[in-house]
């Protein structure tokens, strides 16, 4: 491995060695940055996960937005990091509409004089 300047006691100015590609090779290792960890196949929405695809259609049936809702709050999206920006999406457009569907009801419930 390459000497590189620094302690290994964990300062703040100490630096982790990066193994040469002949140690790799040698040890028939990978570096911890090339690791996956998960799995890589595709998606099922057009690559996209459950999440985009209830966002998408959730606009058509609104209740898809509180299918991911539940699926973000039970951490459906550990299995598969990639699941996670499509969920809160889907939870953050459930919100929205359940404060719109609340004041929808109060305005149509509150008498006019």
């Not at 040698?26 to 057009?46: A, D, G, M, S």
Request: hydrophobic share 45%; net charge neutral.
């Amino acid at each position: 491995m390459e000497n590189i300047e620094g302690d290994a006691s964990g300062s703040k100015n100490s630096r982790v060695p990066i193994p040469d590609q002949d140690e790799i090779q040698e040890n028939n290792q990978r570096p911890h940055y090339q690791t996956n960890t998960y799995n890589v196949k595709p998606l099922f929405f057009f690559g996209c996960g459950i999440g985009w695809f209830s966002f998408t259609l959730g606009f058509l049936f609104p209740f898809l937005w509180y299918f991911a809702t539940i699926l973000y709050f039970r951490n459906y999206h550990l299995r598969n990091p990639r699941e996670r920006q499509g969920l809160a999406a889907s939870a953050i457009a459930a919100l929205i509409c359940s404060v719109a569907v609340l004041v929808a009801l109060l305005i149509a419930l509150i008498p006019r004089n």
